[in-house]
């Protein structure tokens, strides 16, 4: 299938031209190096590992043909590390070199450096790279392509504002309230609102301050601020041919400290008519920089139904598993396909007609689901769920231990629908079969969170969490709840209370939801242990 005429490919007269790839150096680690693995090996791909010290024993490291330590657990002295990584891709003699979302996956000068050693970057060339980067340039370049942004200014010469009086005479026309923000930026890093001409002065000294300790670049431009915002963003590809599709959006409103908890696709309020309208204003913005590969318009979805270009991401996505479930498609296939030069496999058209049913995602983290610090440690126990319809993107297992060096995720739950309501319940029926211990997570934020009225109603924006925060804080854990699971473990016999006596189960439920029942040794009937599992 390699390299040859492809059956059921276009244009067979180019089969020649195709690049074809033979091994990927995955320059990642956790559930993304897993997943683009997984679609390597069903192509017949070798797979290249690249590990730190923390991750000798870790899945992507067993998962993979060959595996090459890249030096100490810290990412700026491993995965950060262009010449550690361009150093494996020859030894291991890899062809092509799959980033994964972080790390390196956004850095042009690592694509650059990729392309001059020979080998293929899966993913956009660096100057489409380059362009989507800056996030004035990224206004510029999409405006003219007729893409909606957000009302704002980008300073006198297009590249920020230099000072201070200069900012507010903008943000006086402008009208209030205005959001500063970090050219550079994304993250929400350097961005300050403001609500009157009193707070301005302060708000564009501290703005330019962050974004000069975040990022070295202190440039700083305006934009309206739009209340109570959704978040949708739109997957687009493209390929060498031409060809720039989109695949709908997925709603990622439900965030916090600007880091997702739960996605979904489709966005419960998005029509057809707008998802069309969005989709054509983000592959519009996609081929304003002749966009190759897997990529990203974010945009911010007002109450008034407007919508407006923040920025576009170049790269896959933590939360691309939504999509494939409801186009039944494998995004790394996509970008292996592209990566050779092959056509896409489909056309807008037939995209439009695969779509089918609805998708939830919710990110795992190891992390206190009270106080949202990180919690890592060992997993001294873990079920995952399973059965129609799930998928669990997990890059750790039991007995596994959670570094503290990177990114606190323990898995992406996913599961998909015939519509939202079945999507919904089955993503709570998932979250009641997953177990983990040892550690804490935010399982029991996602339990409270799916049985939320206004998430059941898709009545949310981007303000949903710190709004709703005591509803979504699991009340019942402490010591008290402990000491109470244990009792109950003990009294009615159910399984592992040494378990729940070490390490505290950390469910969301009452525990006087689960009745003790003493005669359940003598009849051999008892109650089952669902509704308070970690
Ligand atoms: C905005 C906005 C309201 N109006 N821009 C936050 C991170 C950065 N990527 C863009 N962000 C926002 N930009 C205008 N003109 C509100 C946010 C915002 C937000 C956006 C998406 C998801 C969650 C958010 C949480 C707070 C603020």
Known sequence: MRGGCHFGYAAPAMAQSYRSIKRILVANRGEIAVRVMRTCHERGIETVAVYSDADRLAPHVQMADYAIAIGPAPSRESYLRIDKILDACKTSGADAVHPGYGFLSENEDFADACEAAGIIFIGPRADAMRKMGSKTEARKTVTAAGTPVVPGDNGPDGNGFPDVALALASAKKIGFPVLIKAAAGGGGKGM????????FGASFEGAKREAAGAFGDDTVYLEKAIIRPRHIEIQVFGDE???????????????????????EAPSPVVSAELRAKMGAAAVAAARAVDYRGAGTCEFLLGADGGFYFLEMNTRLQVEHPVTEMIYGVDLVSWQIDVAEGRPLPLTQQELDGRRRGHAVECRVY?????????????????????GPWVRNDCGCYEGAEIPVHYDPMISKLVVWGEDRKQAVARMRRALDEYQ?????????????????????????????????????????????FEAALIALALDSGGPRPAAAASNGANGASKPTATPASSSSEISGWR????????
């Open 192 to 199: 300050r609102l403001v609500s009157s001409e009193a707070e």
């Open 241 to 263: 041919h031409g060809s720039i599709v989109h695949l709908g959006e997925r709603d990622c409103s439900i965030q916090r400290r600007h880091q997702k908890v739960v996605e």
């Open 366 to 386: 190891a992390e206190d689901p009270v106080k949202f610090l990180p919690s890592p440690g060992t997993i001294t126990h873990m079920r995952v769920p399973d």
């Open 436 to 480: 983990v211990r040892g550690i804490e997570t935010n399982l029991p934020f996602h339990r409270l969170c799916l049985r939320h009225p206004q998430f059941v109603a898709g009545e949310y924006d981007t303000g949903f969490i710190g709004r709703e925060h005591e509803a979504l804080t699991p009340k019942a854990s402490g010591p008290d």
């Open 527 to 534: 109650w089952g242990t669902r509704g308070w599992r970690g």
